[in-house]
């Protein structure tokens, strides 16, 4: 743990979506879990925004219609976690960013386990390879153990069941970005980034257009970055 260098939030309190995904990216996530503690690489994330009126409005957030109990963290302090269910199955996780009152978060996508293998490979034992333990946001949160308990966890706290750290930097060349995966609206913003040197970055899937069905930001693959 003496090796590990807390990530500094303050960084994520007036970043803009595209900034706060390029800090997260290649960060560290830890949780405690009560079966133990995993860690891991970020090597893919997607970003939100919030709602019209607000500096960056993007209908594919779950806070694009306003804060609710569920996606509160959303509006609040930079560097919580915000968990939501996806499919009604798994949950996922965003680290949420921009000042208190003003919408954000960034889906952590993919990542690489850097520590905690055995106990990951006991939580995702239909993984074939070691790269495919957290590939996709689904698989994040069965990897590392995250549950909607942990909503609102502090990032930054040393106290906190979930930390993030500094993880070795990505280089510019090997930081690819593109448009998000699934969502039905604001389809081909280029909010998602990844690093285009890890095997464990998920397969892009653009959703189907609603046509004359209201949009609703849904996504294929069960969610928003909010609830």
Request: glycine share 14%; with cysteine.
């Amino acid at each position: 743990m003496a090796d590990l260098v807390p990530f500094d939030v303050t960084r994520l309190a007036s970043a803009t979506p595209l900034q706060a995904a390029r800090r997260l990216l290649g960060s560290l996530l830890e949780v405690d879990a009560p079966d133990g503690t995993a860690r891991m690489r970020i090597v893919e994330v997607e970003a939100y925004g919030g709602s019209p009126g607000s500096p960056f409005p993007d209908p594919a957030s779950h806070g694009y219609r306003g804060p609710t109990d569920r996606n509160r963290v959303m509006y609040g302090s930079a560097g919580h976690l915000y968990v939501y269910r996806s499919y009604g199955i798994h949950w996922c996780g965003n680290i949420s960013y921009g000042p208190v009152g003003q919408c954000g978060g960034v889906l952590m996508r993919a990542g690489e386990i850097v520590a905690g293998h055995d106990l990951v490979s006991i939580r995702r034992p239909t993984a074939r390879t070691e790269s495919q333990f957290a590939c996709g946001p689904g698989n994040v949160g069965s990897a590392m153990g995250i549950t909607r308990e942990l909503n609102g966890s502090d990032v930054s706290s040393p106290d906190s069941p979930v930390r993030l750290y500094r993880g070795p930097r990505i280089p510019a060349s090997a930081v690819q970005t593109g448009p998000r995966v699934g969502v039905s609206s604001a389809q081909d913003q280029p909010w998602r980034l990844w690093d285009g040197r890890s095997s464990a970055v998920s397969k892009y899937r653009r959703a189907e257009p609603l046509g004359a069905l209201r949009l609703s930001g849904s996504r294929t693959d069960g969610g928003r970055s909010g609830s």
